[in-house]
């Protein structure tokens, strides 16, 4: 069974920051590859950042070099630390988690960013 449950969502000023969690009820490793994605009112939902169970890291050219993707699988959990937060960046962010062809989703937590 896949259990994902996000946290740290909320609101923050621009150029803060935020870190998000995704903890699983099992082993992270049974996982291809884990990652976080975004939606934003009236969008798609787009690939914001993912990690491999070899640590393989991929991107949105929009939060490269502001966004980091990290886990712990000790804890089951994913983490999403975003630096630098622009109201751009304001979304619902969803914890995904790939087995073959299966995808698996959290509820969401709301980012907001505004002043």
């Excluded at 870190?19 to 934003?40: H, I, K, P, T």
Aim: proline share 3%.
């Amino acid at each position: 069974q896949v259990d994902l449950v996000e946290s740290g969502g909320g609101l923050v000023q621009p150029g803060g920051s935020l870190r998000l969690s995704c903890v699983d009820s099992g082993n992270l490793f049974r996982f291809n590859a884990m990652g976080w994605y975004r939606q934003a009112p009236g969008k798609q939902r787009e690939l914001v950042a993912s990690i491999g169970p070899d640590y393989i890291i991929d991107y949105a050219d929009s939060v490269k070099g502001r966004f980091t993707i990290s886990r712990s699988n000790a804890h089951n959990t994913v983490y999403l630390q975003m630096n630098s937060l622009e109201p751009e960046d304001t979304a619902v962010y969803f914890c995904n988690a790939q087995s073959g062809h299966e995808h698996y989703w959290g509820q969401g937590t709301q980012v907001t960013v505004s002043s």
